[in-house]
């Protein structure tokens, strides 16, 4: 049984979260759109974390459609007319059978070594026809492609190779994301489809920002001195410095 890495964050996850929209939210919008999602559908946001995701299947569904989204900290997440806040673990919650026209979740199966009894919970949880969409990564592709110095792309692989530590040490599945379109599959899910996209992210951009964010909130557990620490942050916000991304995964399928 793993922990959530992040749990006891705080306010020090915002800058996490504003990343996490800043680069993801365009293509889960695209994706969630190219279902048809409209007027009247009831959805559920499963981790929905800083609410961003939440927030905009809001406005889509409104007037008559209806947002439940989820989380075990629900610090940020924000009761609207349409919109139900629930406090609410998925691994050991129940959720309603039969219930969504749409159920979405980023970056939360990742962490959960239950993921797959999750998954097909979250599959119970549609109405037949609706849809399941997962967006994930896999972390496996993470790689320097320049940076000032030779010294800067170890620090920044030392980084890269602590954190993934700990993530897995929590029960994270590292390459999660490349297994999504066959998770989906051997739920039993039809009109399975997916992507997977590694792009370069250069010092400052949102990318780099969250590699920034994440290794503030695992600080006390990075073995490194204050000063690779600060230079590890200053590479991360230095336009030299660009990284291959994690790989950003998504996939769909329905009921
Ligand atoms: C990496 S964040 C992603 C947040 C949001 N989905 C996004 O992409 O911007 C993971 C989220 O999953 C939530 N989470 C972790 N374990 C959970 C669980 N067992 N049940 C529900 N949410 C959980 C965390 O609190 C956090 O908000």
New binding site residues.
């Given amino acids: 049984m793993g922990t959530?890495l992040?749990?006891d964050a705080g306010e020090s996850?915002d800058p996490?979260?504003d990343a996490?929209?800043s680069l993801?939210?365009a293509g889960?919008f695209a994706r969630v759109e190219q279902l048809g999602v409209a007027d009247g559908w009831r959805c559920l946001?499963?981790?929905?974390?800083?609410?961003?995701?939440a927030n905009w299947l809001a406005d889509v569904v409104a007037p008559s459609g209806h947002v439940t989204v989820?989380?075990?900290?629900v610090a940020?997440l924000e009761e609207r007319d349409n919109v139900t806040v629930l406090e609410?673990?998925?691994?050991?919650?129940i959720l309603p059978g039969n219930a969504f026209d749409l159920v979405h979740?980023?970056?939360?199966l990742?962490?959960?070594p239950a993921r797959e009894a999750?998954l097909r919970k979250l599959r119970d949880s549609l109405r037949p026809g609706g849809w399941l969409v997962l967006?994930e990564f896999d972390c496996l592709p993470l790689d320097v492609l320049a940076a000032p110095g030779p010294d800067d792309v170890k620090l920044i692989m030392r980084v890269k190779n602590a954190l993934l530590t700990l993530l897995d040490q929590a029960g994270a599945e590292l390459a999660w994301g490349a297994r999504i379109e066959r998770a989906l599959l051997d739920a039993g899910l039809h009109d399975v489809s997916g992507s997977r996209e590694v792009r370069e992210w250069e010092g400052g951009s949102a990318g780099c920002r969250l590699l920034a964010a994440t290794a503030r909130l695992v600080r006390a557990k990075l073995p490194l001195t204050d000063a690779e620490f600060d230079r590890y942050l200053e590479l991360m916000a230095d336009p030299e410095t660009v990284v291959s991304s994690y790989a950003m995964c998504s996939a769909q399928g329905r009921r």
Avoid: P, Q
């Fill in positions: 959530y992040f749990g996850l996490k979260f996490l929209s993801l939210d889960t946001e499963v981790g929905g974390g800083g609410g961003s995701v989820t989380d075990i900290d940020r609410h673990d998925v691994v050991s919650n979740a980023r970056l939360v990742f962490h959960l999750v967006d």
